[in-house]
């Protein structure tokens, strides 16, 4: 039995332990007074779901990210704002939240439904059932009714929660996808959310459907439909496993097979990582037709020395031309690109300067190989013209100067910045100047390479309408003379730049821009080949057929 005075001294040692409790935690609070009150680190309210609660741990969304000084822990913000749908469905009783950054919606749903439902989900009203119509709600969810069909098992009716949250442009719900230096973001910083509370609905046979509206994008980006994946990382990060997206112009539908957090990821086509890609491609491919070339160059040299035909040949002498251009093109790439434009506004003109013109260099050779391609074998007669490769010279040469002279004049080089949506620089070299030469770009690269494409696109077309007409109507030999003028045709298309084509097809695709990237930069590998088919001794399989016998048999120059 427990004396009086056993118990005075038990209630007292209590005592005395809380009130040293309390000291302690009051001295640890003054110790750091601004930890204490920081709803940023996300514990201060833990699994509390109040209208005041949501609307303090919200001004995270900003914070988090713009203010660097601020102290944010986005693991435990992210699980509050994951959770909270949970609450809403396994321990609130409010059926609607209206906050100006967050609405939410909660239902019964019978699980024995006979039809699909549809929820409204604008980020200013409640989202709401309604009717399928897609008109008077751009922004909708469709729900299947095989996804309830499928709990009939264990119960009859379920709780769902759908909410609209306006996450800001913070780094709360960036990730790791979004965070690497490109511009890509949450479409309208929009996340809707999809609950059945502690029950994980994953695997549906039939994917639900979320339409999210949006304004026509630009054709340098793209949408993908993306969750919250809690599994990635150690806090989660978006992704698009389970789901697929249907690109429309003024609306994009996600098709998922499981409830969580979704969202519209609006990343460039070309963004940071992949202009690193290409360039790096783009660099290896210019080295290499820069080696070819010179090998191209050097062969000719050699030729001329020890076969005196040559000399008065014209169609090796356009083909030395324009890999002197191209190698000259590859070299100024090199600088441009491998060294940043650290230098003053005049180097970075010149350099500018020199890159547009040799450039031109190449579309204008380009377009004199389809020219001549056209005397040889599409005219063929009438074809002697005094001083022929000096006139060419004179034009593929001179005709790109006089161009770059008159955009110069109009001060139209300079830094060329290439940036994201948020204003980030992927890429920086001296070009045109942005914004203030525009149209200077567009019509002395732009205008001048459709012009001199689809000249050179018209001539091959007819080359490759007389070869193969030639070849069918040699009995006997139609399958040999076939595979012989394909070959034929794809070394002629590498002399008047048919790769160059690809550039129109690149809104097309990121894969587009890898095989444009690839093609062009190895052009000059493809001329030496040519090159060394034609006109390399003991080879004469090629020079047999064709224009590759009217290149070594003809010669325009009358002198």
Known sequence: MVTPRALGVLLLLFLLLLASEDSMS??????????????CLGLINKDIYEPFELENTAQCFTKCGQLKSEAC??????????????????????????????????????????????????PFQIPGQVTEDKHSFPDRVR??????????????????????????????????????????????????????GRMRVTGLAEPLEITFSH????????????????????????????????LGVKGTVCRCDHLTFFALLLRPILDKMTVQALTRISQVGCGASMTFLAFTIV??????????????????????????????????????????????????????????YF??????????????????????FNIYFGHYFLKLSLVGWGLPALIVIGTGSANSYGLYTIQDKENRTTLELCWFQEKTAVSALYVTVHGYFLVTYLFGAVVLGLVAWKIFTLSSAMAGKEQRQNWKGVLTLLGLSSL???????????????????????????????IFCWFIVLYFPGHSAMSSSG??????????SHE
């Open 215 to 246: 304004q026509r994008q630009p054709p340098n980006m793209t949408l993908t439909c993306v969750f919250w994946d809690v599994t990635k990382g150690s806090t989660g990060d978006w992704s698009s496993e389970g789901c697929s997206t249907e």
């Open 496 to 526: 008047v730049g048919m790769t160059w084509g690809l550039a129109i097809l690149t809104p097309l695709g990121l894969s587009t821009i890898y095989i444009f990237a690839v093609l062009n930069s190895f052009q000059g590998v493809f």
């Open 299 to 356: 062969f000719y040299a050699a030729l001329r020395f020890s076969w005196k035909k040559l000399k008065s040949e014209d169609s090796p002498k356009i083909h030395v031309a324009l890999s002197i251009s191209l190698f000259l093109l590859n070299l100024t790439f090199f600088i441009n690109v491998g060294h940043g434009p650290k230098e003053s506004h005049a180097a970075c003109w010149v350099r500018g300067a020199i890159f547009h």
């Open 26 to 39: 009051k001295s640890e609070r003054a110790a750091n007074p601004e930890q204490s009150r920081n709803v």
């Open 73 to 122: 822990d986005l693991g435990n913000l992210r699980r509050y704002w994951l959770d909270y749908e949970t609450y809403m469905v396994e321990e609130s009783l409010m059926n609607t939240v209206d906050l100006s950054f967050l609405k939410t919606f909660v239902q019964n749903i019978s699980t024995n439904i006979s039809e699909d439902l549809h929820f409204s989900l604008s």
């Open 547 to 556: 224009t590759a016998h009217a290149e070594q048999t003809h010669t325009v």
């Open 143 to 196: 729900l299947p009714r095989s996804l309830f069909a499928s709990l009939q098992g264990s119960r009859s009716v379920v709780r769902l929660a759908i909410s609209v949250l306006n996450i800001s442009t913070g780094d709360v719900f960036k990730g790791l996808q979004l965070t690497q230096g490109d511009d890509s973001s949450v479409l309208n910083n929009r996340l809707v959310g999809l609950s059945l």
């Open 359 to 380: 450039l031109l260099c190449v579309f204008t050779w380009m377009v004199l190989e389809a020219f001549h391609l056209y005397l040889l074998v599409i005219r063929v």
